[in-house]
T-cell receptor, first 112, second 113 residues
Framework: GEDVEQSLFLSVREGDSSVINCTYT??????LYWYKQEPGAGLQLLTY?????DMKQDQRLTVLLNKKDKHLSLRIADTQTGDSAIYFC????????????FGTGTRLTVIP | EAQVTQNPRYLITVTGKKLTVTCSQN?????MSWYRQDPGLGLRQIYY???????DKGDVPEGYKVSRKEKRNFPLILESPSPNQTSLYFC????????????FGDGTRLSIL
């Protein structure tokens, strides 16, 4: 499968901004996603961006896409303790199926 | 309420004893998929189905079977489970077409002793 890479851990203080990074290798990616997984729960779709966009903002979330460098980031403004979770980056490649290729996940810990 | 339902949520069993994890969705989605999640590896796709009677292998299909006899159901079958299949499993569904957001179940934690 395609390679999607993320750092494994990130710690931030409550109220600060968090930035979670992701790199991918497939230049034919069509959509790129951020999912959130809370303990004992499934994956919740947070946001996604089409590959011809550079940026998408949704309340406290900002997604930046640098297609040239194949780099995706998720910024969470005013991070709260409820944001502590694992965040997965995923890409969808134009194959006709809707298959997703996931990164390893970044565990975000918010320190009160 | 739109949802993907997996059963069981937890299962401890022994090597070689056939088991089935069920997955059902109520959104009339054509596409369904199974993933396994392992520490440090993220989610890897096992099998997927683009419609009834249409299934295909994902990245890690060895040791698994699936079937898609009805649109709403997509069971995952382990004919002869082994300890390396101990993992957290997720079922997902979406409408047909690249880029359609996938809806995930809450997961099934399997332990094979």
């Amino acid at each position: 499968g395609e390679d999607v890479e993320q750092s494994l851990f990130l710690s931030v203080r409550e109220g600060d901004s968090s930035v979670i990074n992701c790199t991918y290798t497939d230049s034919s990616s069509t959509y790129l996603y951020w999912y959130k997984q809370e303990p004992g729960a499934g994956l919740q779709l947070l946001t996604y961006i089409f590959s011809n966009m550079d940026m998408k903002q949704d309340q406290r979330l900002t997604v930046l896409l640098n297609k040239k460098d194949k780099h995706l980031s998720l910024r969470i403004a005013d991070t709260q303790t409820g944001d502590s979770a694992i965040y997965f980056c995923a890409e969808s490649v134009q194959t006709g199926a809707n298959n997703l290729f996931f990164g390893t996940g970044t565990r975000l810990t918010v320190i009160p | 309420e739109a949802q993907v339902t997996q059963n069981p949520r937890y299962l401890i069993t022994v090597t070689g004893k056939k088991l089935t994890v069920t997955c059902s969705q109520n959104m009339n989605h054509e596409y369904m998929s199974w993933y396994r999640q392992d520490p440090g590896l993220g989610l890897r796709q096992i099998y997927y189905s683009m419609n009834v009677e249409v299934t295909d292998k994902g990245d890690v299909p060895e040791g698994y079977k699936v079937s898609r006899k009805e649109k709403r159901n997509f069971p995952l079958i382990l004919e002869s489970p082994s300890p390396n299949q101990t993992s957290l499993y997720f079922c997902a569904s979406s409408s047909r077409g690249t880029g359609q957001p996938q809806h995930f179940g809450d997961g099934t934690r399997l332990s094979i002793l």
